[in-house]
């Protein structure tokens, strides 16, 4: 069966060359936290100087699109627009804006990515006020315009925060929105931090609801690039680090795809979902494999 190609130099520019749109994942891909990715930057560059156009497509919701442009301008990256950044924060905000035309109050469990595209997005969010002493589940205060709970990835997560969104999805007409179904991401020496994912099942669990998912794998950021430039799957290639979501996504949308080597997943995960008996799985596999990002520019100049 086709599909988990390790590629480079001249198949990977014929594949270049095939398609006109690259979509990037971020972290894992183009930079790892604060440190771009070996690389990276050239890539972007030479791909625009050839006509391509770039997408930044990241499940991290930590940042609202302006704090995105700031890092990629710090890591070296020149010219990086705002118009081609879709985070799951956007993204949210833009589901609820455009697609359910929301009005109400939005419950967010997030980080101030979140709230600042929400507002952004003309979207009413309540404040995340710490509560007095003696205020607990059974007394805190609702408010009654709540019609949407959004959760996203929140240091700050607490249990009173987790109670009352639980509240709030009792009623049914309440959106269940998650940015992203990130589980976990890795930190630096070793360790890992909850993704907003856990957060979520968190929440699922205690609502017995299911959260509509935003960020990668739903279709939902390809359709909202595509609402704002016309884009055609056909000639889209997806770079991600991670099978689940990158790949996935890649594969929902109709996408050619191309797993990194660079982050979260391993080319042995990739060959194991290969060679699985499961056709579900098959959604899991990379059509192509490259080392790092850096081998776009060697097959680029090739
Ligand atoms: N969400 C958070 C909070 C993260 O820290 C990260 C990666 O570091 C992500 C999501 C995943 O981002 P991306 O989709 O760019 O890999
Ligand atoms: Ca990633």
Redo the contacts with the bound molecule.
């Keep these: 069966m086709a599909g988990c190609q390790k590629i480079c130099g001249a198949q990977l520019h014929e594949l270049l060359e095939s398609k006109h749109n690259v979509l990037f994942?971020?972290?894992?891909?183009?930079w790892n936290?604060e440190t771009a990715m070996a690389g990276a930057p050239e890539v972007v560059r030479a791909l625009k100087q050839r006509g391509k156009r770039v997408f930044f497509?990241?499940?991290?919701?930590?940042r609202p699109r302006q704090s995105y442009v700031q890092k990629f301008a710090r890591l070296g990256f020149a010219d990086v627009d705002e118009n081609e950044i879709f985070s799951?924060a956007y993204c949210s905000a833009a589901y609820l804006r455009d697609v359910v035309s929301f009005t109400g109050k939005v419950f967010a469990i997030g980080c101030p990515g979140v709230h600042t595209e929400l507002r952004d997005a003309g979207i009413t969010v309540i404040e995340d006020e710490e509560d007095a002493p003696d205020v607990n589940i059974s007394n805190c205060a609702l408010d009654p315009d709540v019609r949407a709970v959004l959760v996203g990835?929140d240091e700050k997560f607490s249990f009173m925060k987790l109670a009352k969104a639980c509240c709030y999805l009792q009623d049914s007409e309440c959106l269940f929105l998650a940015t992203?179904p990130?589980p976990w991401?890795?930190l630096r020496g070793g360790r890992i931090?909850p993704?907003?994912g856990s957060l979520t099942a968190a929440l699922e669990t205690a609502s017995r609801r299911k959260a509509t998912v935003i960020?990668?794998p739903s279709r939902f950021m390809f359709e909202c690039i595509a609402s704002q430039f016309d884009l055609d799957p056909e000639s889209s290639l997806m770079v991600?680090?991670?099978l689940e979501?990158?790949i996935v996504f890649g594969v929902n949308c109709g996408l050619s795809t191309v797993l990194t080597l660079t982050?979260v997943s391993t080319f042995e995960q990739a060959q194991v979902y290969k060679d699985s008996d499961e056709p579900e799985k098959k959604d899991f596999v990379p059509d192509y494999v490259v080392e790092s990002i850096a081998d776009f520019l060697e097959a680029l100049e090739e």
Excluded: A
């Excluded at 994942?25 to 183009?30: L, M, N, P, R, T």
């Excluded at 497509?57 to 930590?62: D, I, R, S």
């Design positions: 994942d971020c972290d894992g891909v183009i936290g497509v990241t499940n991290n919701c930590t799951s990835y992203d990130d991401h890795p931090t993704g907003s960020g990668k991600g680090d991670r979501t990158d982050g």
